[in-house]
């Protein structure tokens, strides 16, 4: 699950407005040093709509946290797709063994 749903952008290096991360999902703490003031800067995103920032080592753990979770997802897909593929030929053996017992008359 993805720390936020929001369109990002990454902060300007000249931003220097007071902004605090807002971290990763499930996180108590920001894991940088965030709490930025006039005049510092620190690598981050933001999302102006959703007043939504994350600095850049939440954001990096944010991205590991996805990768693994698309990886998981496509290892359940992948096996949920050999599983219906297994399903469908024993449904072909079934038919094919149906039709040869009624060919012999049993």
């Excluded at 807002?22 to 006039?38: E, F, H, N, T, W």
Aim: hydrophobic letters at 30%.
């Amino acid at each position: 699950m993805s720390s936020h749903q929001f369109e990002l952008v990454k902060h300007e290096e000249g931003h220097h407005t007071h902004w605090g991360c807002d971290r990763v999902q499930g996180a108590g703490i920001c894991l940088g040093k965030s709490r930025i003031g006039p005049g510092k800067y620190i690598e981050a995103w933001r999302d102006d709509k959703n007043d939504f920032d994350l600095c850049i080592n939440c954001m990096r753990i944010n991205r590991f946290i996805d990768n693994r979770n698309a990886k998981k997802e496509a290892a359940v897909t992948e096996t949920k797709t050999k599983d219906e593929d297994k399903k469908e030929e024993t449904k072909e053996v079934e038919v094919l063994l149906s039709d040869l017992l009624k060919e012999e008359g049993c």
